[in-house]
């Protein structure tokens, strides 16, 4: 009997997860089925200005500072989606996170990235404005971030 039920639970695990990869076509190719997903209230509007052109920019700017570094990149950013709406962030290589943890740090640090612009100096919001408020300003809709291996938390922008 308890076999019988183990084998059900593993069939039931493994339909919701073929479900939830079913409805994120970019579960399964560039991050794993999410594993938890949350989402933020943002403080920030998104601008009347917004469009695809601007958060492509955005991605190519951040990778563009990254291959600045004299040392090799620990994640990858990029944007999928029709108008490039869901942006997904990576851990590569030895130096990548390992946890949700530390995919929460690096998120940190991106706000403190994001606080140092002249962008945000001038709007006058970077001590309150998050990487997720700059990314909803953007016209963001949501933010996917991995370890590219085992896990990949995804926040939904409101």
Do not use: W
């Amino acid at each position: 009997m308890l076999k019988i039920v183990g084998a059900v639970s593993v069939l039931v695990c493994l339909f919701m997860a073929s479900m939830a990869a079913a409805t994120d076509r970019h579960a399964g190719y560039y991050y794993p089925v999410p594993t938890s997903q949350e989402t933020y209230v943002a403080r920030a509007q998104t601008m009347a200005t917004e469009n695809r052109a601007l958060r492509l920019g955005f991605v190519t700017g951040m990778s563009t500072l990254q291959a600045k570094l004299p040392y090799a990149p620990s994640y990858v950013i990029f944007a999928k989606g029709e108008k490039a709406e869901k942006m997904i962030i990576v851990g590569i290589g030895a130096q990548g996170f390992r946890t949700l943890y530390q995919a929460r740090a690096q998120l940190a640090q991106l706000t403190a990235i994001s606080r140092s612009t002249k962008f945000l100096r001038d709007l006058a919001v970077e001590t309150f404005f998050t990487f997720f408020d700059v990314a909803k300003l953007l016209g963001f809709k949501q933010i996917t971030i991995s370890d590219g291996v085992e896990f990949a938390h995804q926040v939904t922008l409101d």
